[in-house]
């Protein structure tokens, strides 16, 4: 079945993930350009990896509930995309 992903969130300053449950999708990670700071990724290793403002990447079949953000109170990511 073939969904389309589209949301907006706001992200806290503990490493969350994109969604609560397996969710399996092709998507479009950005980070807004009116972001007022980068927003990070858990890098595999633990690292911290930024988003700066405006950033965007393609993630092909990943699941969404393994990839987690963190950031400063008031800031977001979009995520855009679906499971097909």
């Known amino acids: 079945m073939n969904n389309l992903i589209a949301r907006i969130i706001s992200v806290t300053s503990q490493y969350q993930p994109l969604a609560t449950e ?38 092909q079949h990943v699941n969404l509930a393994e990839i987690r953000i963190k950031g400063m109170a008031g800031d977001t990511v979009t995520v855009i995309g679906g499971t097909w």
């Open 22 to 59: 397996r969710l399996v999708a092709t998507i479009t990670l950005s980070a807004p350009p009116g972001n007022g700071n980068p927003i990070f990724l858990q890098g595999d290793s633990g690292q911290d990896v930024p988003l700066v403002p405006g950033e965007w990447h393609l993630f």
